[in-house]
């Protein structure tokens, strides 16, 4: 049986954990281009050309892609895919050279969630 501090400790640690979560996701979530992003990923077929390697359902839309449509340098999307991984909205898988990405609709659904109940 656990005493209650473990409880209280337990307890504040899960909190923690949602409430970082929830704050990565939101900070990712307030930047224009992130948005695009993630409303590109949606439905890459309609938002990007068929890739050489990597299907854009199954394995997610190339990095330097995703730049292009942005119109912005490959460091400058990398940047903002990074703080989507890192928020849990967008999966990242590699192919030989390249990075593919696409939404994490599972983490998006908890997060959406987490909005509802924690703000």
């Known amino acids: ?23 990565l996701a939101l900070r990712a979530l307030s930047n224009e281009r992130r948005l695009l992003i993630l409303s590109w990923l949606r ?4 938002h990007f050309p068929v890739q050489v390697d990597g299907d854009l359902l199954a394995d997610g839309v190339c990095g330097l892609s995703i730049a292009r449509k942005l ?3 490959q460091p400058t999307a990398s940047e903002h895919l990074k703080i989507l991984t890192r928020a849990g909205l967008i999966r990242c898988k590699r192919i030989k ?3 593919f990405y696409k939404r994490d609709e599972a983490r998006i659904r908890k997060i959406k969630n987490l909005i509802l109940t924690e703000v």
């Open 1 to 23: 049986m656990r005493k209650s501090s473990e409880i209280v400790l337990l307890y504040l640690g899960s909190w923690l954990t949602v409430y970082m979560n929830l704050e």
């Open 43 to 46: 439905h890459p077929t309609r």
């Open 71 to 73: 119109r912005v340098s």
């Open 97 to 99: 050279q390249w990075t």
